[in-house]
């Protein structure tokens, strides 16, 4: 599904990736764990083609596409979808009239017809309530006064409502406590099928305790050092990280 | 003649006047082709008043040559408007009566045209009032004046409409509010033409209140103006200001907020906040708060600030899905929409906000 070779990226002249090689697979869930500063957000940002983060060489191909020839909301309309480490709070824009608002400017890009008002609602009412997220807390302006961990479960709701067809997800576990944990968790176990992936981009192995990995790889200095099964989260949680970034 | 003011002056440094100068002696022919006037409209039905050129087409209220109202200040442009209006509007509304809805178009076609424009609102009364300036295809000088009275308990909403694309429109709104009165007030003025609007409140009996909020976009080479002063003569009145500007192209907005609270207007209640937003590089907004407080005993909180819009906030609208333009759209409606809540009726608020992401939506 995504194939990324030898990518090399740049933030500010600095090179952060250097020759990072990752493919994931339809039905297939892969974590990537590192040290902080490893460039975990900064490979997630590239992918969705954040400006001011360059790419300087390699590739990375999305469902046959070259994902890194097109403009963010095409990637978006593509099927990838990121979920931010810190999501941005955006105010005066209504995260139900955004989120409808993004929803259907996606399915035009794929020459789909727009969801119905009552449609969309619909789908924000079921996918709210297994998120455990509030009607009356959604239509207020896009992550304003959100708690940490309701930002991370906004970003899990978006993604439910965009029904993407890759989700790379950037630490949406941090800064939840373990029920929300659970929830979100749950929310990426429902997501999970056989034309989807995920790349779960994590700081802590608990994460893994509920959504199991097929793959487990270790990013550091730019670039994956090491790849394995799930036991490798598990050996990294027992050895830290000094071992590896050495 | 009367002096146009001059751009050395400190109160009219962000004014382009040139029209003004270059028509002063040009009057407005009678018969110059209308544009589709229901089209115009922000709120139908409507009674409504038309003056193009400064000649009535159509009348609501009383048409008249009306005589301004003397006991306020002399101003440069407005007394050029009282000394040579051919027409105008008188709008009396009785104690306790509620006015409705009024809409007076202006319609700028060539030359300069002069309209004084009067409001009486007896004790208790209401009225909305939507004021448009819009033009045909010629340079113009549309010069109207607005002298309002609002008795006790009286409310007034004013919308004051700019979509000017040629001439030189210039305004200068003077309310007065007796005890309990209210005024709120929203301009949003779109152009890529030259603009000066003045909105002058007193605040004159107690308990008294007036919101004045406004969008400006600066489009092509405009120079939108907007200067406010709002005046606290007496114990216990508020004053809410709110100003969003966004200036794209070569475009300049401009506003200079005043809050002036006299020596014994004690427990004044009074916020302003000014806001710009920078589509490029090119183009400029000057935001300069004039606060004259004389009282001690007066809250008065105000802001200022100049920004762009935020690249990760622009980026996050992206990566779900909305092409640039639209992200950028819509993070300017969020900037700008703030404005448009001193209407609490949806029935006002949302034409012009509709009106608004139209204009948004174009400079994206
Ligand atoms: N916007 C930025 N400007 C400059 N340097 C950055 C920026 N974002 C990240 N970096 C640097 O890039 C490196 C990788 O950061 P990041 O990708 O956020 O790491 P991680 O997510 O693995 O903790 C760090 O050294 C960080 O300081
Ligand atoms: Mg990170």
Redesign the pocket.
């Known amino acids: 599904m995504l194939a990324i070779t030898d990518l090399h990226a740049s933030?500010?002249g600095?090179p952060?990736l250097k020759g990072l090689t990752l493919s994931v697979g339809a039905g297939e869930v892969h974590a990537i764990m590192?040290?902080?500063?490893?460039?975990?957000?900064?490979?997630?940002?590239v992918l969705a083609g954040r400006e001011?983060?360059e790419v300087t060489g390699g590739t990375a191909v999305f469902l046959g596409q070259d994902l890194l020839a097109m403009a963010p909301h095409e990637r978006a309309a593509a099927g990838l979808f990121l979920g931010f480490?810190y999501p941005v709070e955006i105010p005066g824009v209504s995260n139900l009239l955004f989120l409808r608002t993004a929803l259907n400017a996606q399915r035009k890009l794929r020459g789909e017809p727009e969801v119905s008002g009552a449609e969309f609602l619909k789908r924000v009412r079921a996918e709210a309530q297994a998120l455990g997220l509030d009607m009356e807390m959604l239509k207020r302006p896009v992550n304003m006064g959100f708690s940490g961990g309701e930002k991370k479960r906004n970003e899990a709701f978006q993604m439910g409502i965009l029904q993407p067809r890759f989700a790379l997800l950037?630490?949406t576990d941090s800064g939840l406590d373990i029920d929300a944990l659970k929830v979100v968790a749950d929310s990426i176990n429902r997501f999970r099928g056989p034309d989807r992936g995920v790349l779960l981009?994590t700081?802590y192995q608990r994460l893994l305790d509920h959504v199991r990995p097929d793959r487990v790889h270790i990013?550091a200095a730019?670039r994956i050092v090491e790849s394995g099964g799930p036991e490798l989260a598990l050996r990294l949680e027992a050895q830290g990280y000094g071992a590896i970034a050495a | 003649m009367r002096e146009l003011p001059s751009r050395r002056e400190e109160a009219w440094r962000w004014a382009d006047l040139r029209l003004a100068e270059r028509l002063r002696a040009v009057p407005a022919p009678a018969n110059d082709a209308l544009p589709d006037l229901d089209s115009l409209a922000l709120v139908r039905p409507a009674a409504r008043a038309v003056l193009a050129g400064g000649h009535a087409i159509e009348s609501a209220g009383r048409p008249t040559h009306p005589a301004p109202d003397r006991s306020i200040a002399p101003h440069p442009l407005a007394d050029i408007a009282a000394a040579e209006a051919l027409a105008g509007l008188v709008v009396d509304v009785g104690e306790g009566e509620d006015g409705g809805l009024l809409e007076c178009v202006h319609l700028g076609t060539s030359g300069a045209a002069h309209s004084v424009l009067r409001v009486e609102l007896a004790a208790g009364a209401r009225l909305t009032l939507v004021e448009t300036i819009a033009d045909a295809e010629a340079d113009h000088w549309s010069n109207i004046r607005l002298d309002a009275r609002l008795g006790e308990g009286a409310e007034l909403v004013r919308i004051l409409r700019i979509e000017t694309v040629h001439g030189l429109a210039s305004t200068r709104a003077h309310v007065a509010l007796a005890r309990a009165a209210r005024l709120a007030e929203v301009s949003m003025i779109a152009s890529p033409a030259a603009v000066r609007a003045e909105t002058h409140v007193r605040l004159e009996g107690e308990g008294a209140e007036a919101v004045v909020n406004g969008v400006l976009l600066a489009s092509g080479s405009a120079a939108l103006d907007v200067v406010t002063r709002l005046q606290h003569e007496v114990p216990h009145t508020v004053s809410r200001q709110l100003w969003r500007l966004v200036a794209a192209g070569m475009g300049q907005a401009s506003i200079a907020g005043g809050v002036a609270v006299a020596r014994h207007a004690q427990k004044t209640d009074a916020a302003q906040s000014l806001r710009g937003l920078l589509l490029n590089r090119t183009a400029a907004v000057n935001l300069k708060p004039e606060l004259e407080i004389f009282a001690d005993d007066v809250a008065c909180a105000h802001g200022c600030a100049v920004g762009e819009i935020d690249p990760l906030q622009r980026f996050y609208l992206e990566s779900r899905g909305l092409p640039r333009p639209e992200a950028r759209a819509l993070l300017m409606q969020a900037f700008a929409a703030e404005a448009l809540h001193a209407l609490a009726d949806p029935e006002l608020s949302q034409p012009l906000a509709d009106r608004l992401a139209g204009h948004l939506g174009a400079l994206a």
């Open positions: 933030v500010g600095t952060i590192g040290p902080n500063g490893a460039g975990k957000s900064t490979l997630a940002h001011g983060y480490q950037d630490e981009i700081h990013l730019g």
